[in-house]
């Protein structure tokens, strides 16, 4: 078992700075998800910490020993690539034990007797066999992989990374080539896998729904640099700046450009015929921020429709008026495109709204959950 802890880790292509001086402090035993859009420095990362790409500067410690000259073999770890291959003309049984076979200790003797084998054939049948057992794969082990679907693939993909019996687990979207419906099958295996493994792991993704659910602990990059980490909870209420607020939540939260006024005592958003005013709380945070230029913003999951009864006593101070473009049903919700003037909104509704194409409506908006930023930093205020 390891910790892993990136120092100001940074990786320069020349034309492009990949990986921007990361700090991470990935714990023992943890399941840390790295995600952020195509292009943002993920694999890049991974490999840094694999060793199969060369760090520009800063530290890779892997249990507080600095492993940025250690050859990869020599790091303890096992990674799960992006896009794994398994070899075709091999059995479940042969693709899951072909690293340990390979790993050999040389001895002082001329080739082919130079080498001895790290790992006696009992061992080797004991860890595939384990892994086997944990993924489901027992039954299969004498397959090929042409005769295998490909959920049971990437579980062989897997075991080939478990029998090496690592400190560390680098997985590099290892669920990206299954159907949406495999994928989420996989997802709880491998929760379940983590827990009775207790293997530090860090995860790669793209998909927000998949960094939420897996991970102890999210860090969301973007062009390279940490926005934020945290767990996924923290980072959906408290979301740092309006990346992460973007970023995190499904569907995204909503952004309205606002100007802070202050009126009888409160502080009020507005933007054109939108108005709604802050909770004492957040005046007090706002309150710098008075007549400048802010971005308010509002999860579809916290606007709701005045006449249905809601969380939301329905008030001045919570309320707008909207013109509803497009109504889309998904069973226990409904999703509805608003207009306001210029901007538009989504919200998710309770099944039960009147709502209407072409009508407007009256809806509430719980402003304990919203979020207000700095234009001009894009950093959260409150
Ligand atoms: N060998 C390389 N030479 C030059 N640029 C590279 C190289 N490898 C990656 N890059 C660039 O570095 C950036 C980060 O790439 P990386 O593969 O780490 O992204 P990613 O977050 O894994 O994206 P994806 O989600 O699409 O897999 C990209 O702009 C990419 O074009
Ligand atoms: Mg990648």
Request: proline letters at 5%; glycine letters at 6%; one cysteine or more.
């Amino acid at each position: 078992m390891a910790s892993v802890t990136l120092k100001d880790l940074t990786k320069d292509f020349k034309e492009i700075i990949a990986v921007n001086k990361v700090n991470l402090e990935i714990r023992d035993k943890e399941f840390l998800v790295l995600v952020g859009p195509s292009g943002c420095g993920k694999t890049t990362a991974l490999r840094m910490i694999a060793g199969l790409e060369e760090v520009t500067s800063g530290e890779i410690l892997i249990e507080d020993r600095l492993v940025n000259d250690v050859s990869p073999k020599d790091r303890d770890i096992a990674m799960v690539f992006q896009n794994y291959a398994l070899y075709p003309h091999m059995s479940v049984y042969d693709n899951m034990s072909f690293g340990l076979r390979l790993k050999r200790t040389p001895r002082k003797a001329p080739w082919p007797f130079n080498s001895q084998r790290t790992f006696s054939k009992k061992e080797i049948s004991r860890r595939v066999n384990e892994a086997a057992k944990l993924l489901g794969l027992e039954n299969l082990l004498q397959r090929k992989p042409k005769a295998l679907s490909g959920g049971q693939r990437q579980r062989v993909a897997l075991g080939r990374a478990i029998v090496r019996e690592p400190k560390v687990f680098l997985m590099d979207e290892p669920l990206s080539n299954l159907d949406a419906k495999l994928r989420v099958q996989t997802r709880a295996e491998l929760i379940k896998l983590h827990r009775r493994l207790g293997i530090t792991t860090i995860y790669v993704t793209h998909d927000q729904t998949e960094a939420m659910t897996m991970g102890d602990r999210i860090a969301v990059l973007s062009t390279g640099v940490v926005q934020q980490c945290d767990t996924p909870l923290n980072l959906y209420n408290h979301p740092a700046n309006i990346f992460v607020a973007g970023f995190i939540g499904s569907p995204a939260m909503n952004f309205i450009p606002v100007q802070l006024k202050q009126e009888d005592g409160k502080i009020w958003v507005n933007a054109s015929s939108f108005r709604v005013a802050l909770n004492s709380a957040q005046t007090e945070m706002a309150k710098p921020y008075l007549d400048k230029s802010c971005v308010f913003g509002v999860r579809p999951e916290d606007i709701y429709d005045c006449n249905l009864p809601g969380l939301v006593t329905p008030t001045d101070e919570n309320t707008f008026n909207a013109l509803v473009d497009v109504v889309e049903p998904l069973g226990n919700d409904v999703e509805l495109y608003l207009n306001m003037d210029s901007i538009q909104l989504i919200a998710m509704i309770d099944s039960r709204t009147a709502a209407k194409m072409g009508e407007e409506m009256r809806l509430s908006i719980d402003m304990d959950k919203t979020h207000l930023f700095d234009k001009e930093s894009e950093r959260a205020i409150y």
